[in-house]
Structures are given as structure tokens and as C-alpha cells.
């Protein structure tokens, strides 16, 4: 509609304005925010960006090719991947505190920013290095950070005082926008409808969707199940509305639960891991309803992950709401 493009025109003026013939060095996760932020400042000034994405090796299941794929592959973006799942596979072993692990992800992530962005400044080659660090930060985030909650109940892990640490001014051209604008213009720039309307995917990853210790084998598992799950809900179209059970849904993902119980199968026993589904509806996730799901769709997500995923035998559903519970498990 010409009232986006016409703030994409806008926008796009004044990144070039603040930015004029300097270099910006921004955090790609694939999340919503940071992807429009990426795509709308890669269209006002080109090259001059440069996206550092870091694989944490906590990601859902071809999440990282899906992201070069689009920002490399169709916006020829500049985009440094670093591969850093050892790293942070190797920090997290033996650690299974909830708070604990989201402070080992969120610190080794600013190390390994940090260690991108001094290698890009010794490069030479014309790269003089960047002084400018651009964040998806949309309004919902600048409110938050303004008011103090008495309790965290989550340390909701994000990058702040990493400007100043890295010497680097900020861009932060979607300040002002609500998510539905922000989504609105990330299909305005051409990115995908699956991408922009994706849920959301907290930044510790599949890191605080292991209960307890993270391990690589939980985590392939746990990226199987959930591959499913999610390929599942897209599949399922409610009848009423005519939309998916993904769209239908706010937030919808897999838990890995490190604990082994009997199954059948054949005529063997087996002694495997268990998941949970969880999918809820929420206009604000401060509180959020466990979704009704189809018992049918229910039924063929669990017989597809037992068949499918060797090593869990067992899928149960979630049916807690916010609050008590929260909607991640840890
Ligand atoms: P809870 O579990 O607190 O989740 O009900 C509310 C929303 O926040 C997301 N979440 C996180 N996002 N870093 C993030 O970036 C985190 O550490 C984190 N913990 C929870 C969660 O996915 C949900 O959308």
C-alpha cells in the first residue's frame, strides 16, 4: 500500500542521511526484527552494511542455510556466518540453571560480535571498519527497557551496552514501530510471508528449550520433533477461518526433557526420551491460553516424531496456561 512505501522511501532517506558514506556492522538472528532491519538498511545503503550472523548451534532445523539463503542468496547482502555451536556447546556443558545458561549464551554472543567486528576493522582491503552497530530494536522494545519490573522472572537476553563497549554510534531504524508495522514493512522490502510473520524465537534458542544441560544429541533431537510439530501446524487449516493452526497460534515450539521412559515397538521395548508440545495464544505474552489444538492434528504430529525421531518415544501436550506457567520452560 502506498503509505508503507512511502515510509520505506522515508526511512530509507534518512538511514542514508545519518549513515552518509560510513560503514554499519549489524546482528543477524533471523528473527523478524533484526531480518527487516537488515533487509531495510541493505536496501538504503548496499555494502556498506555488513550482517554478522552467529550460529550458536542452538538453532531450529536449517535455520542458518534458510538465513544466508535469503540475505546472501536472493539480497546478495554481505553476510559473515560464524559457525560458533563448539564454542557454546563447550561453555555450556555440566550447566543446567535456567538464568545461568541464558548468561553464558547472551555473554559468549557479545564475544563472538565483538571478535567479528575487530576482525572486519584489521581487514583492510578498503573496509575501514564500522562505525555504526545497527539493532532491530522496534518501540515495544524501547518501552520495556524504559520501565523497571520489580522481578525478573526471565533475563530476556539482548545486547545492551554493546554499542558503547564496541566504540560504535547506533541505527536503529524501526524505534518507532509497532510489530505489525514492522512486519508490514519487511513485506513491503520482498522478504517472505513465512519469514515476516514467523513466531518468535527467543535468543538463547533451543538453549532454554533443553531442560537442564544443553547436548548436541538433545539438541538434534529436539530440532526433528520440532521440524515436525511446526511443519505440521502449517499443514492444518481450521476450517472456520481458513488459516493455519501456525497463524492461528502465537508462539508454538517443542521442549526436550532429558528423562527416558518404556515404550513399545515391534516387538521390542524401548527406553527413550520424552517431548512436549506447546503452542499458546497471546496478544501480549504477558499472559497467554494453551491453543485448543485438533486432537487429529495432535495425533499425527506424536505418531510422526515417534516414528520419525528415533530416540524419543514418548510426546505429551501442554496444557498450562500463563500464569501460572510461562510459556517457555525455562
Ligand atoms: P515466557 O517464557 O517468559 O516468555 O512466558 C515470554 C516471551 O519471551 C520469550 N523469551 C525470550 N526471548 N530471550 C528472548 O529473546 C530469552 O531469554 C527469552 N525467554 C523467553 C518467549 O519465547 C516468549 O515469546
Not at 558514506?21 to 536496501?43: N, W
Request: net charge negative.
Amino acid at each position: 500500500d502506498w503509505v508503507m512505501s512511502d515510509h520505506v522511501e522515508e526511512a530509507i532517506a534518512r538511514i542514508r542521511e545519518q549513515v552518509g558514506d560510513e560503514e554499519v556492522i549489524l546482528g543477524l538472528s533471523g528473527g523478524v526484527d533484526s531480518s527487516v532491519a537488515a533487509a531495510l538498511i541493505h536496501r538504503a545503503i548496499g555494502d556498506q552494511l555488513t550482517c554478522v550472523f552467529v550460529d550458536h548451534g542452538l538453532l531450529r532445523l536449517h535455520e542458518g542455510d534458510m538465513v544466508m539463503e535469503m540475505f546472501e542468496g536472493k539480497l546478495h547482502a554481505k553476510v559473515i556466518r560464524v559457525d560458533a555451536s563448539e564454542l557454546f556447546l563447550s561453555k555450556l556443558a555440566g550447566v543446567s540453571e535456567p538464568e545461568q545458561k541464558r548468561k553464558i549464551i547472551g555473554g559468549l554472543f557479545v564475544d563472538v560480535f565483538k571478535a567479528e567486528a575487530a576482525k572486519l576493522k584489521q581487514a583492510g582491503g578498503g573496509h575501514k571498519g564500522a562505525s555504526f552497530l545497527a539493532q532491530g530494536t522496534i518501540y515495544p522494545d524501547v518501552i520495556e527497557s524504559g520501565g523497571k519490573k520489580a522481578v525478573t522472572i526471565k533475563s530476556h537476553h539482548n545486547v545492551g551496552g554493546l554499542p558503547e563497549q564496541l566504540g560504535l554510534k547506533l541505527l536503529e531504524p524501526l524505534r518507532d514501530l509497532f510489530k505489525d508495522e514492522v512486519r508490514e514493512l519487511g513485506v513491503a522490502l520482498g522478504l517472505p510471508h513465512a519469514m515476516v510473520y514467523r513466531h518468535p524465537f527467543p535468543g538463547p534458542g533451543l538453549g532454554v528449550r533443553i531442560l537442564g544441560e544443553v547436548k548436541k544429541e538433545y539438541a538434534d533431537l529436539l530440532r526433528r520433533a520440532d521440524a515436525i510439530f511446526i511443519e505440521e501446524l502449517r499443514a492444518c487449516i481450521d476450517e472456520k477461518t481458513g488459516k493455519s493452526w501456525y497463524d492461528m497460534t502465537s508462539q508454538a515450539f517443542t521442549v526436550f526433557l532429558p528423562v527416558k521412559s518404556v515404550g513399545v515397538m515391534g516387538d521390542g521395548r524401548t527406553y527413550d526420551y520424552v517431548v512436549a508440545l506447546r503452542a499458546v495464544q497471546t496478544s501480549d505474552f504477558m499472559t497467554a491460553d494453551w491453543a485448543e489444538l485438533p486432537y487429529t492434528l495432535l495425533k499425527k504430529v506424536s505418531s510422526r516424531i515417534i516414528n520419525e525421531v528415533r530416540g524419543i518415544n514418548r510426546v505429551t501436550y501442554d496444557v498450562s496456561s500463563k500464569p501460572p506457567a510461562t510459556i517457555e520452560w525455562e
